[in-house]
Nanobody
Framework: QVQLVESGGGLVQAGASLRLSCAASGRTFSSYSMGWFRQAPGRLREFVAAISWSGKNTYYADSVKGRFTVSRDNDKKTMYLQMSSLKPEDTAVYYC???????????????WGQGTQVTVSS
């Protein structure tokens, strides 16, 4: 089993950068693929980025490609989301998740964090 805790959210202006972290507990972090999702008010949760267990393969939603970078440090049991050139439409609660494959579908993930709020002002 894996427990996940996100951190690093906050209020920033458009164009700024922010780095989110997802810290995991449990001894099997390195065996899980990981993902980032987000949910804005009144909208469905949407895929942001995913990374394979080794970190060698990464996947992004078209809306963040070229601006966001997902990475992980298995020794530290932590996944990161480096966000740059932030836009007001990036405002959402960001969730990290652990699953068997680096999928864009939330149903493929077994464990979820509580989320961290990211607000981008114009």
């Amino acid at each position: 089993q894996v427990q996940l805790v996100e951190s690093g959210g906050g209020l920033v202006q458009a164009g700024a950068s922010l780095r989110l972290s997802c810290a995991a507990s449990g001894r099997t972090f390195s065996s899980y693929s990981m993902g980032w999702f987000r949910q804005a008010p009144g909208r469905l949760r949407e895929f942001v980025a995913a990374i394979s267990w080794s970190g060698k393969n990464t996947y992004y939603a078209d809306s963040v490609k070229g601006r966001f970078t997902v990475s992980r440090d298995n020794d530290k049991k932590t996944m990161y989301l480096q966000m740059s050139s932030l836009k007001p439409e990036d405002t959402a609660v960001y969730y990290c998740a652990a699953g068997r494959i680096p999928s864009g579908s939330s149903s493929d993930y077994d464990y979820w964090g509580q989320g961290t709020q990211v607000t981008v002002s114009s």
